[in-house]
């Protein structure tokens, strides 16, 4: 079957750093995404990782290791307002997105 | 101008009804797709269309069937609602199902309530 983990609630404090793992099988991989969701709105896309190795965007970067089906989303000088869900998803050998449960991060002053 | 847009927002309903949801967008992609986030925040797949090509998840039920009038629409219309059908329903769109990137833009979703 196919399968995305990631730990369902994390907290951390502003300011600080924080990694949030996902591991993930599934059949066929055509690349890991992840994406922000606060509470009661729509997800957004934060990142995209194809080929092992670290992108980094502004405070977001995520890393990824395909032969050891792992992806982490990093977070860098934690804000109040990065307190969200973050969702990673596998696109599948269909290209169908294949969706973790998400971590919810909350931050605290 | 809202780039990915769906109504009604909200939607509350008796058991054994039909609905449908609307989406719209107005980014020119070539994909579109139907997603149910249940109450334990899992996003699942229901359906993707792109170029008149549907692709169906085999554990969605037949009463859920997304209709698409043109490019820029995929309605999704749900017949003999259950319980169970209680949800978040989010549209989304995609340049193209394949391309590299596929950064997918979603609507605000519809919070489904079947009483």
């Known amino acids: 079957g196919q399968n995305i983990d990631q730990p369902t609630e994390m907290t951390a404090t502003e300011g600080a750093i924080v990694q949030i793992n996902c591991t993930y099988q599934t059949s066929g991989f055509n690349g890991l995404v992840w994406y922000q969701q606060h509470a009661g709105e729509a997800p957004t896309f934060l990142s995209y990782n194809v080929l092992d190795g670290l992108e980094e965007k502004g405070r977001f970067s995520s890393f990824l290791s395909r032969s050891k089906g792992y992806s982490y989303l990093l977070l860098k000088e934690l804000q109040m307002k990065d307190s969200a869900s973050y969702l990673c998803a596998v696109r599948d050998s269909n290209y169908q997105l294949i969706w973790g449960a998400g971590t919810k991060l909350i931050i605290k002053p | 101008d809202t780039a990915v847009s769906q109504t009604p927002k909200y939607l509350v309903t008796q058991m054994g009804n039909d609905k449908s949801i609307k989406c719209e967008q107005n980014l020119g992609h070539d994909t579109m797709y139907w997603y149910k986030q249940d109450s334990k925040k899992f996003l699942k797949i229901m359906f993707s269309y792109n170029n008149k090509e549907l692709i169906i998840n085999e554990t969605v039920p037949n009463r859920f069937s997304p209709k698409s009038p043109d490019k820029a629409h995929l309605n999704l219309h749900i017949n003999s609602l259950e319980l169970g059908d209680s949800a978040v329903y989010f549209c989304?769109?995609?340049?193209?199902?394949?391309?590299?990137?596929?950064?997918?833009?979603f609507g605000p979703g519809t919070r489904l309530t079947v009483l």
């Open positions: 989304a769109s995609s340049q193209d199902i394949a391309d590299s990137y596929n950064e997918q833009f």
